[in-house]
Structure formats: structure tokens, C-alpha cells
């Protein structure tokens, strides 16, 4: 099945009105096969699914890759093709912000540290986005993959906090064979780059070894991510915090969620490892 291409909010309404459970996967395109198993298990869990497509320019800040950040319109549509999405939703940013457009969302404390931090306003510009879309879409369940761990963090706050009434589901970590967590920025590494990049998850996946070995000092868990880490590019953070709130942990704890941020050539690349609860139970 072809999905029906809807680039105007009157059209998604429109769209909207004629099917019953909706789920929706937001993203900025450059689709790959982590966006293709939200996608997938969309179209199992509702009655259609409808993925939206647009590079939202309020989560990018000065000097960031906003006009470069990758776009293939014709392969996103056979990515959702194949993986079953009834429509996908391709506005404009005149469409989503249209003249005199003021309002934003503020996230809270969740959004300050990590990648709130290190990229000032971001995810004011997510939240902002991903409540737009959630009023024209209504979806009953919305997928967000936890390689953007704080962002999930940050959508699941927004939802509860203005009660909004869509179910949020984390959707797992999809890997390439050699561990290097999918995202569409890979596309700017090099070979050389690409070889340096899986050392970011295979930091985390020591730090994993030694948690299940009994290992819960914080601050060796982040040296042992470091040590790897380093060695990939320029590190701007490895964090071990605390899954819910995000307070970076001093002390042991029962879960952590380790996460890391780091510059490899061009590409901005960030990746986690989640301890001591599943998925599932991330609200």
C-alpha cells in the first residue's frame, strides 16, 4: 500500500476524520530501519498509522545542520511503503508556523540538563512541534524511539502535564550489526568515522558487563564509558542519571540510565544504555 502523501493541516484533519485508532510516528525523515520498526509496530497496534515527515527549524540552534540535515522525500515514502504507514504527513514550515506564530511549549526541568544544556532551546522546539502534530493528528498512541532518550523523557512530561490524550511508547534501540545505534546523521561519517563511532556503544556496553557484574558507582560506570568514548571523537558528556528525572546520580542506585553525546568528523551522534528497569515501564 501506498501512503497517502497529506501536506497541508486541512488534509490531515481530513485524513484524520476518516479512521478511528490512529498511531503516529513523528520524525524529520532521512528514514532508516529504526524509524522503520516504530513505523511497524504502529501498524500493528492501531487502526492505521501515519508517520509525519518534516525538519522542524525551532529544536535546531545556531551553526547546527538545519539546512544540510539529510532529505530523500522519494526513499522516506518507500521505507513507509513497505513497512505498511497508511499516510504520512509532509507540511511545510509555513504550514507548521505559519506567519505570526509566537506560542512555545516549555518543558520544565527535564529538558536542562544533557542535551537541553548543550543545545539551549531544543527541546522547547521539539515540544512545540510534537504538540502541534498531536492536535492535528489525535492519535491514540504515539511512538518515540529511546536512542533520544531525554527527548522521550521530555514528550512522556508535556503529555501528562498538559493531559494530553495520547499514549506514548518507547520503542527500543535498533542497532547496526557492529552496535553503532541508527540515526540518520550516520550519513555524514566516513569510513575512518564509521569505524570510530561504534566505540560510543561499545563504552556503553562495558558499562553494561560491569552493572550486571554488580558494578554501581556512577562515577566508574561513566570512566568506563570514557575510555572508550574518548577514543571516538570529541566527548561532550557521559552521564549517569537517574531513568525518570534525569538528576545525574553521586551515589549508587538500583537503575541509571547511561547516556552519552559526542562530535565524530561532522556528525553529532548520541546513544544510551538504560539499567535496572525495562523499557515498558518508563513513564
Known sequence: MTPEVLRTAALMRAWRGEHDRVGLVPTMGALHAGHRSLVERAVAETDAAVVSIFVNPTQFGPGEDYRSYPRDLESDLALLKA?????????????????????RVIPGPIAEPLEGAQRPGHFSGVATVVTKLFALVAPARAYFGQKDFQQLRVIQQVTRDLALPVEIVPCPIVREPDGLALSSRNAYLDTEERERATRLSRGLFTAERAWRDGERDPRRLRERVADFAETAGDLEYVSVADPLTLEELEAPADRAVISLACRV????????????????ELR
Open 83 to 103: 513497512a505498511g504507514a497508511a499516510a504520512a504527513f509532509v507540511p511545510s514550515v509555513d504550514e507548521m508556523y505559519p506567519p505570526g506564530d509566537a506560542a
Open 265 to 280: 568528523g561532522s556528525a553529532r551522534l548520541i546513544d544510551n544504555i538504560l539499567l535496572g528497569m525495562p523499557l515498558s
